[in-house]
T-cell receptor
Framework: DGGITQSPKYLFRKEGQNVTLSCEQN?????MYWYRQDPGQGLRLIYY???????QKGDIAEGYSVSREKKESFPLTVTSAQKNPTAFYLC??????????FGPGTRLTVL | QKEVEQNSGPLSVPEGAIASLNCTYS??????FFWYRQYSGKSPELIMS????GDKEDGRFTAQLNKASQYVSLLIRDSQPSDSATYLC???????????FGKGTMLLVSP
């Protein structure tokens, strides 16, 4: 089955801890994206990557880091510098046009 | 400035009625527009895309675009309780590599 997978589905983080969210796609899509969604809010772009070994900051990149070593994978690290990381994190990808397709999401909670 | 505006709702309609969801955007140069449906606790799902002025129909869904007024709408005919969700409008800015999302309109369809 082709698609986008995210893991874990739920993640709990202690104060001061870095955590990494996984995003994998087997759609052969070139571009991948990370968004954050807070309750009652739209999606805000954290980082995106249009090709391997290259990525750009989105609107709210502070406290986050990414890598794109493989076309299929775009992991997001939420660092201790992110002061309010509790949110729903969504990964998306697209091939050539503008239509983005989303993975199932990871819900991160800070304890 | 990248802005996509939607009424937050909730928009309440009875089963079988037509639901009308509206979206305005700030960039007069935008050329493509997307509607996503997001059920509570789930990730967004692309349901409609529109690129030209006028109407585009897909089953019970019709997207309407008026570029001169910078306005795009989504009509849902014969609304069903299963249509109850938040509908997100998305517009590409910055050379079309990213999407800017509105905060979404919650639709409630009562039996």
């Amino acid at each position: 089955d082709g698609g986008i997978t995210q893991s874990p589905k739920y993640l709990f983080r202690k104060e001061g801890q870095n955590v990494t969210l996984s995003c994998e796609q087997n759609l052969n899509h070139d571009a991948m994206y990370w968004y954050r969604q807070d309750p009652g809010q739209g999606l805000r772009l954290i980082y995106y990557s249009q090709i391997v070994n290259d990525f750009q900051k989105g609107d709210i990149a502070e406290g986050y880091s990414v890598s794109r070593e493989k076309k299929e994978s775009f992991p997001l690290t939420v660092t201790s510098a992110q002061k309010n990381p509790t949110a729903f994190y969504l990964c998306a990808s697209k091939l050539g046009g503008n239509e983005q397709f989303f993975g199932p999401g990871t819900r991160l909670t800070v304890l | 400035q990248k802005e996509v505006e939607q009424n937050s709702g909730p928009l309440s309609v009875p089963e079988g009625a037509i639901a009308s969801l509206n979206c305005t955007y700030s960039d007069r140069g935008s050329q493509s527009f997307f509607w996503y449906r997001q059920y509570s606790g789930k990730s967004p799902e692309l349901i409609m895309s529109i690129y030209s002025n006028g109407d585009k129909e897909d089953g019970r869904f019709t997207a309407q675009l008026n570029k001169a007024s910078q306005y795009v709408s989504l009509l849902i005919r014969d609304s069903q309780p299963s249509d109850s969700a938040t509908y997100l409008c998305a517009v590409p800015f910055d050379g079309y590599s990213t999407l800017t999302f509105g905060k979404g309109t919650m639709l409630l369809v009562s039996p």
